[in-house]
């Protein structure tokens, strides 16, 4: 079936220390996997992706991994710092049926980060 | 501002009752999503349209309905609606079907009283 599971739904971290973030797919032709990070009662904002022909991507204080053969990605945040308290959610991609090059998204449900200063 | 606008902001209408939410995309961008939050949810994917086209649809009742028009800008109308209706819609734009890189619009907030 078509699922994202993300793990843990909450997670708090002193301020500087690393926080990280799993999620698990189950449709092996996924092949691109964003993550948005959404404050309360704002818009999700896309913060990284990663897509299905590279293991690791990274920007700055962020990181995403890939393990095709597990079907997990981890977002990976270093040196957090309170602004970085939000809900974050990842997504996998899932070919639409009948439509090339079209996909749909599945989300996970989301991990409540807190940055305690 | 991520270039996606939505309009209302906010929505309180009565069960049974009919409306209509409207997205305009970024500029340059063909595809636009739709997608529910419901309160302490995650996100679920209603409908897709790429350039006036659908092309993918997800848990998407069949009270509810879709268009994308010449101009690219999409309208998501809600009928018959039901107190558990009430949630988050939010519209994403991206420049290809695929729906790499999608931003997303401020959202709706429908309250069904």
């Known amino acids: 079936g078509e699922n994202v599971e993300q793990h843990p739904s909450t997670l708090s971290v002193q301020e500087g220390d690393s926080a990280v973030i799993k999620c698990t797919y189950s449709d092996s032709a996924s092949n691109y996997f964003p993550w948005y990070k959404q404050e309360l009662g704002k818009r999700p904002q896309l913060i990284i992706d990663?897509?299905?022909?590279?293991g690791e991507k990274k920007d700055q204080r962020i990181a995403v991994t890939l393990n095709k053969t597990a079907k997990h990605f981890s977002l990976h945040i270093t040196e957090t710092q309170p602004e970085d308290s939000a809900v974050y959610f990842c997504a996998a991609s899932i070919p639409a049926p009948g439509a090339s090059g079209t996909y749909k998204y599945i989300f996970g449900t989301g991990t409540r980060l807190k940055v305690l200063a | 501002d991520s270039g996606v606008t939505q309009t209302p902001k906010h929505l309180i209408t009565a069960t049974g009752q009919r409306v209509t939410l409207r997205c305009s995309p970024r500029s340059g961008d063909l595809s636009v999503y739709w997608y529910q939050q419901s309160l302490d949810q995650g996100l679920q994917f209603l409908i897709q349209y790429y350039n006036g086209e659908e092309r993918a649809k997800g848990n998407i009742l069949e009270r509810f309905s879709a268009q994308q028009f010449p101009d690219l800008h999409s309208e998501l109308n809600l009928s018959s609606l039901e107190l558990g209706d009430s949630a988050l819609y939010f519209c994403?734009?991206?420049?290809?079907?695929?729906?790499?890189?999608?931003?997303f619009g401020p959202g709706t907030r429908l309250t069904v009283t």
């Open positions: 994403a734009s991206s420049v290809a079907p695929d729906g790499y890189e999608q931003y």
């Open positions: 990663i897509r299905s022909n590279v």
